[in-house]
Structures are given as structure tokens and as C-alpha cells.
């Protein structure tokens, strides 16, 4: 069964379970005692990081890079050395990686959580991953008494920092429930899919949609120009009708139209997401003519868009004049 839970004043559910009525006063004064492990400290990383500071949880990290490192010091992350010294310190490892090899490499390769895990560690994935690798891993987990959540984020830096992003969650629900403290410092929403893998399958369909918006809208824009309405006043009506979407009411206004082209995602990673996505379609032996024109449009970017350049970039591809 799909369930939620919402970040609000009032108590907040997943299925019938008001967890408001779970918390007495000294259980949240307990939870300052909470320990987190954090692998990735890059912009979504040390967003999240802030949030959870801020939740009152203790947070450790660790990263490869020396500014990511900095940057999460400077801000209150007690940091660590190694992935076994992590495991030291927390039973809660979450985990903000470019790729589903990286992960992999993090939870079972050499020096990883599986040779240093404390007893019934819980690892929190909230990397954009591949359903089937995260499976996989799942089982590797369990096998030796921990568990895994895949909970891709949506929101940016900018909402991982404010705590409001979305989580679509994949696993158990008793791995949930033992999450939930994190889950509810670190988004406005959440949504249980269902089994290990759930999350991770939805992000790559949610990414997908928002690669899809941002060449339609775009290109409903640059149509719009063409017929000599101001690109301002034509979202307004838009987004005041049935054609918006996130991309329509949040990304043009915020990263397009003022040529800011600055939310933190790149077209490496959105490139990646789409490809993963095209894998989906494949693997379940579907064909989705409009899903495959989409693919093959941000794909064909790449010669022309760097990697590092803003994902909103790839409406540079339309014709929109910005």
C-alpha cells in the first residue's frame, strides 16, 4: 500500500499512525542524542547535513574531496577519515552519491559498510540509483542483518538545506519507521512506494518527466515569442492553467528567464538520470515513442552543453531565446 507522510504543525501520518501522537516531549528531547553517518558531502549532501544540525541529530561525515569536507566541517559535521570510522560512530549511514557504482563500491566494496558495520545498521540511499543494483544490495544487507532504504530526493541544494524536499522510499516498513526521525528533518514529504528498488524506480520516472517539461515548456515559450507574447506573461497564464509544472512555475522563473542557469544539478547527472530511465524502458520491454524522443534530444545536448553546465541548460536547445 502507497503511504505518506507530511512535514506539518499537525501530526503527521504514514498510513494511519499519527506520528505527533507517537512523541512524548521526552522523546524529542532524546532525539538530540541521535547519531548520523554521512557519505557524500557535496551540495546535496551538505544540505542535507544542515538540516539534520538543525533537527538536533549528532552528524558524521566523510568524503573524498577536501573542499566537500571543508565546507561540512565549517558548518558542524563532526568529520571522519575512513568509512570504517563512520561505522563507529553511527548505526544510520545516509548516503548522497553521483552513481549506483558508487554506492555499490561505498556499501560492499573494499573498506566499505559491509565489512564495518555495527550490528542491525540501517543504510539510507538517497542517491538518484538503479532500481535493480539497489535490490541487489538490499539482499547483500540483509543477509547479514542490516537494511537498506532507497530514498531519492527531489528539491536541490536549496531543499535539502531548508528540509523540504521530497522523498519517494523504497524498502521495509519497520526499516521506516526506525528512519522516520531523519526522514521527517529532511523533507516536506514522503511517499512509501513499496520494496527495496520502489524509490529508486519512481525517481528515475519523476526525472524523466521533469527532462520532458523542460524541452516542451521551452519550446511552448519559444513558440510563444515567435507569436510576440512577452515570455513572462505567457507562463503567468500558463501557470495559471492546465500546462503548468514544476519546470513552468519553478525552474523558468527561477533559473531560465533571468539567465541564472544556477540550481546546483547538472547536465552531467541529468543526462545520467535520463539515460537510466531509457534503461527502465528497455528492461521492461516498453515502448514509449514520446519518453525515447526525449532521450535521444538530451543525449544529442552533449557535444554542444558541457557536463558541468546548469540541467536547465538544455532549453538552449530550442530555439528559446534567453
Same mark, same amino acid.
Given at each position: 500500500m502507497l503511504k505518506t507522510f507530511f512535514r506539518t504543525k499537525r +501530526? =503527521?501520518?504514514? &498510513? !494511519?499512525?499519527?506520528?505527533?501522537?507517537?512523541? !512524548?516531549?521526552t522523546q524529542r528531547r532524546k532525539m538530540v542524542?541521535?547519531?548520523?553517518? =554521512?557519505? @557524500?558531502? &557535496? !551540495?546535496? &549532501?551538505?544540505?542535507?547535513?544542515?538540516?539534520?544540525?538543525? &533537527?538536533?541529530?549528532?552528524?558524521f561525515g566523510t568524503d573524498l574531496g577536501v573542499p566537500q569536507r571543508q565546507a561540512a566541517e565549517a558548518i558542524g559535521v563532526t568529520l571522519v577519515d575512513s568509512i570504517a570510522q563512520l561505522c563507529q560512530q553511527a548505526d544510520v549511514i545516509l548516503l548522497s552519491l553521483p552513481t549506483a557504482q558508487h554506492v555499490k563500491q561505498v556499501i560492499v566494496g573494499d573498506d566499505g559498510i559491509l565489512q564495518s558495520a555495527q550490528l542491525s545498521t540501517l543504510v539510507i540511499d538517497t542517491s538518484t540509483s538503479e532500481p535493480d543494483v539497489t535490490r541487489g544490495l538490499a539482499e547483500q544487507l540483509a543477509s547479514q542483518g542490516h537494511a537498506l532504504l532507497d530514498a531519492p530526493v527531489s @528539491?536541490? +541544494? !536549496?531543499?535539502?538545506? %531548508?528540509?523540504?524536499m521530497v522523498m519517494v522510499i523504497g524498502g521495509k516498513d519497520a526499516d521506516l519507521q526506525r528512519a522516520k526521525p531523519f526522514i521527517e528533518a529532511l523533507s516536506a514529504k514522503a511517499v512509501h512506494l513499496g520494496p527495496s528498488g520502489s524509490g529508486h524506480a519512481a525517481k528515475l520516472i519523476n526525472n524523466l518527466l521533469c527532462a $520532458?517539461?523542460? =524541452?516542451?515548456? $521551452?519550446?511552448? =515559450? %519559444?513558440?510563444?515569442?515567435?507569436a510576440g507574447l512577452d515570455p513572462a506573461k505567457l507562463l503567468e497564464g500558463l501557470n495559471a492553467g492546465s500546462g503548468r509544472s514544476a519546470v513552468s512555475e519553478v525552474n523558468f522563473p527561477r533559473w531560465i528567464l533571468n539567465n541564472g542557469f544556477d540550481s546546483g544539478f547538472t547536465m552531467q547527472l541529468m543526462r545520467k538520470d535520463v539515460r537510466l530511465a531509457e534503461k527502465l524502458c528497455r528492461d521492461l520491454e516498453l515502448e514509449l515513442p514520446l519518453s525515447e524522443q526525449v532521450a535521444k534530444i538530451w543525449a544529442a545536448s552533449? +557535444?554542444?552543453?558541457?557536463?558541468?553546465?546548469d540541467f536547465n541548460c538544455i532549453v538552449k536547445t530550442t530555439g528559446l531565446e534567453t
Amino acid at each position: 500500500m502507497l503511504k505518506t507522510f507530511f512535514r506539518t504543525k499537525r +501530526p =503527521v501520518t504514514i &498510513g !494511519s499512525k499519527p506520528w505527533a501522537q507517537q512523541e !512524548s516531549n521526552t522523546q524529542r528531547r532524546k532525539m538530540v542524542k541521535h547519531r548520523i553517518g =554521512v557519505i @557524500g558531502l &557535496g !551540495s546535496m &549532501g551538505n544540505g542535507m547535513c544542515q538540516s539534520l544540525l538543525r &533537527g538536533g541529530f549528532e552528524v558524521f561525515g566523510t568524503d573524498l574531496g577536501v573542499p566537500q569536507r571543508q565546507a561540512a566541517e565549517a558548518i558542524g559535521v563532526t568529520l571522519v577519515d575512513s568509512i570504517a570510522q563512520l561505522c563507529q560512530q553511527a548505526d544510520v549511514i545516509l548516503l548522497s552519491l553521483p552513481t549506483a557504482q558508487h554506492v555499490k563500491q561505498v556499501i560492499v566494496g573494499d573498506d566499505g559498510i559491509l565489512q564495518s558495520a555495527q550490528l542491525s545498521t540501517l543504510v539510507i540511499d538517497t542517491s538518484t540509483s538503479e532500481p535493480d543494483v539497489t535490490r541487489g544490495l538490499a539482499e547483500q544487507l540483509a543477509s547479514q542483518g542490516h537494511a537498506l532504504l532507497d530514498a531519492p530526493v527531489s @528539491g536541490g +541544494p !536549496s531543499g535539502a538545506a %531548508a528540509g523540504t524536499m521530497v522523498m519517494v522510499i523504497g524498502g521495509k516498513d519497520a526499516d521506516l519507521q526506525r528512519a522516520k526521525p531523519f526522514i521527517e528533518a529532511l523533507s516536506a514529504k514522503a511517499v512509501h512506494l513499496g520494496p527495496s528498488g520502489s524509490g529508486h524506480a519512481a525517481k528515475l520516472i519523476n526525472n524523466l518527466l521533469c527532462a $520532458a517539461h523542460l =524541452v516542451t515548456t $521551452a519550446e511552448a =515559450v %519559444a513558440l510563444g515569442q515567435k507569436a510576440g507574447l512577452d515570455p513572462a506573461k505567457l507562463l503567468e497564464g500558463l501557470n495559471a492553467g492546465s500546462g503548468r509544472s514544476a519546470v513552468s512555475e519553478v525552474n523558468f522563473p527561477r533559473w531560465i528567464l533571468n539567465n541564472g542557469f544556477d540550481s546546483g544539478f547538472t547536465m552531467q547527472l541529468m543526462r545520467k538520470d535520463v539515460r537510466l530511465a531509457e534503461k527502465l524502458c528497455r528492461d521492461l520491454e516498453l515502448e514509449l515513442p514520446l519518453s525515447e524522443q526525449v532521450a535521444k534530444i538530451w543525449a544529442a545536448s552533449e +557535444p554542444t552543453i558541457p557536463d558541468q553546465d546548469d540541467f536547465n541548460c538544455i532549453v538552449k536547445t530550442t530555439g528559446l531565446e534567453t
